[in-house]
Nanobody, 124 residues
Framework: QVQLVESGGGLVQAGGSLRLSCAAS????????MGWFRQAPGKEREFVAA????????YYADSVKGRFTISRYHAKNTVYLQMNSLKPEDTAVYYC?????????????????WGQGTQVTVSS
């Protein structure tokens, strides 16, 4: 099992930027793909971005492509989500998650371990 702690959320105006961090401890973090998901009030949890265990492959939801960047820094056991050109519709609780297996996945059911989430609010 891996423990995940997100940070970096907050309130920002539309067009602004935030960088989310996810610090990991526990099972060997470097061996597993990692993902970011979000959940807005009244909506289901949705995929945002994912990164392979080596960091060489990244995947994004169409709604964030070109605005968000996922990265990982193994020396610090941390995954980041750089969010630029934020829109009010990006408002949600953002969660990082560690995948169950070796393959990068967009389905939240493929992830075993989750952080507690960090709130991102984008005002218009």
């Amino acid at each position: 099992q891996v423990q995940l702690v997100e940070s970096g959320g907050g309130l920002v105006q539309a067009g602004g930027s935030l960088r989310l961090s996810c610090a990991a401890s526990g099972r060997t973090f470097t061996l597993y793909p990692m993902g970011w998901f979000r959940q807005a009030p009244g909506k289901e949890r949705e995929f945002v971005a994912a990164i392979s265990w080596k960091g060489g492959s990244t995947y994004y939801a169409d709604s964030v492509k070109g605005r968000f960047t996922i990265s990982r820094y193994h020396a610090k056991n941390t995954v980041y989500l750089q969010m630029n050109s934020l829109k009010p519709e990006d408002t949600a609780v953002y969660y990082c998650a560690a995948a169950r297996g070796a393959a990068v996945a967009k389905n939240p059911d493929e992830y075993d371990d989750w952080g507690q989430g960090t709130q991102v609010t984008v005002s218009s």
